[in-house]
């Protein structure tokens, strides 16, 4: 596992591993009262760092011990094995096709999180909506949640295929991400609204790649669907009301 992508990995005691430690305890939070033990990370459009943002998260949760498995289910630009560095042979397809299971196909991670487990996607299906939409696949996300406690999903694009607002009508909560300066605000309505549509369960909104120099510190945000909280509360707050 190479990869400077991980950076909660690498570098645990950096700003941005900080960030993710703050997603963390906000989901947390968010799962007071419910049980919120599947999670989908998508975003209106390509690029706008899912992949990265979901494996961070994975690995952060685990730093904590917690038993988390991380899947890839975007069958159509799979790259969490790139991420991760590990070969994509067999995945999620196989399993869902009743080839393989789990222990077949997991990748378990490096000694400082024995705790995170990765399934890549496997071979690209021709259906992948179908495949994601189907019976197995709730079956499969049902079974984990007796061997884990959370489970965590990448997703592709939800504006532009329906894949994601499949998953998150299985999982118990979706997280969006943001990428600032590019994302339009009118994606992001649209993308919301997508999730609107099927009932999901909408956590919160992360910001990714917000200018350093704008923000001299995070190169993440977390907002909850309805409030934010965090360190930058005030800047921020202060910012938009200047801007007004
Ligand atoms: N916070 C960040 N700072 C710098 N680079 C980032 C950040 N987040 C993501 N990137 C980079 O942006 C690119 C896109 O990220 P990523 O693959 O995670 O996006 P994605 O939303 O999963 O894309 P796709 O829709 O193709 O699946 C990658 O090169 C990644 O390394
Ligand atoms: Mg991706």
Known sequence: MENVKLFTLRNPKSIVSEAFRTLR?????????KSIRTIVITSSGPGEGKTIVVSNLAISIAQTEKRVLLVDCDMRKPRIHKVFGINNREGLTNILMGEKVLADVEYRGEESIKSLTVV???PIPPNPSELLGSRRMKD??????????MIIIDSPPINLVTDS??????????????????????AAINGK?????????????????????????????YYH?????????GGRRKKRRKSR
Do not use: W
């Not at 998150?168 to 997280?175: E, L, N, P, Q, R």
């Not at 099927?198 to 909104?205: E, F, K």
């Not at 917000?210 to 993440?220: A, G, Q, V």
């Open 25 to 33: 305890t906000n989901i947390q939070f968010t799962n007071i009262d």
């Open 165 to 186: 607002a499949i998953l998150s009508t299985i999982a118990d909560g979706t997280i969006m991400v943001v990428e600032v300066g590019k994302t339009e605000a009118e």
């Open 140 to 149: 499969f996300l049902e079974d984990m949640r007796d061997h884990f406690d």
């Open 120 to 122: 890549t996607s496997g």
């Open 225 to 233: 669907y309805n409030e934010y909280y965090g360190d930058d509360e």
């Open 193 to 221: 609204e997508l999730l609107d549509k099927v009932n999901a369960n909408l956590l919160g909104v992360v910001l990714n790649k917000i200018p350093t120099k704008e923000r001299s510190y995070y190169n993440y945000g």
